[in-house]
């Protein structure tokens, strides 16, 4: 039975960027109002996009369609905060990084005692994660945890997945896919499972300490892409040398476009 959202609730500001609508938040105000919805059981969805996402959904329709039906979509690279901040003079401190915001959330979840389901990656993966959860924030009660097939699920298959969702009375959903599978499974899952579900996907291989975290000061200048691209060359180049390459393409089409208005 699907929970119908509460009016009361807080809902974040949203603003343009390159056609996504990126809610104004900070790591607090954003597992404030994740936790809320949570501790209600509200279907409610979540994605930390950052260069690579964003760009892909200028790119597809489709995508960029079920990206804009999710509740909140939070600037997860620090490229993407200064553009906020550059166009729409929206003063982020800083960037809401979806693995650190999962701390966040799970800080408060295990505070409020609230149920969280791991859904995709490796099943090893899963199991190194959940151990991190329970050590650390040991009020969170992992309610179920379910293996990626790294396929399009059948129509029963979905169907049994929600209900298996459902049925564990989970609050929260982390869903780790990889983007784009998890922000389409996030949008398409909306008014189906009853909870609070969030795409964050590389926080699953992070805290199971799959793999490392580029050093802080690569993150504060946006080098993250740099450090993940020496770690995962064969992988990640193409993924960076087009995304990021159109970003700064989108970047200065949009910073150029009032120049272009104004002498026209």
Known sequence: MHIEKSHQLRSPSKKNLFTVHYSLVNYESASDVLVEHASQNNSYGLSALAVH??????WSKELNEKVNKIDMVVPDGQPVRWALNYFHKAKLSDRVYG?????????????????VFLYGSKKSTLVKFE????????????????????????EEEDLEDIQKINESGAHIVLVGRGCPRQ?????????????VMMAVGAAFDFHAGNVSQAPSWMQNLGLEWLYRLVKEPKRLWRRYLYTNSYFIYLFIKYSLKPLIIRTK
Do not use: M
Not at 102 to 112: N, P, W
């Open 53 to 58: 996402g964003l760009i892909e959904s200028v």
């Open 99 to 115: 693995p650190t915001l999962t701390l966040y959330v799970l800080k408060k979840a295990s505070e409020q005692n609230l149920k």
């Open 131 to 154: 151990a991190f959860i329970r050590n650390n924030y040991p009020g969170v009660q992992i309610c179920g945890i379910h293996a990626d097939r790294f396929r399009d699920a059948t």
């Open 183 to 195: 922000e389409r499974w996030v949008a398409d899952h909306l008014g189906k499972v009853n909870a």
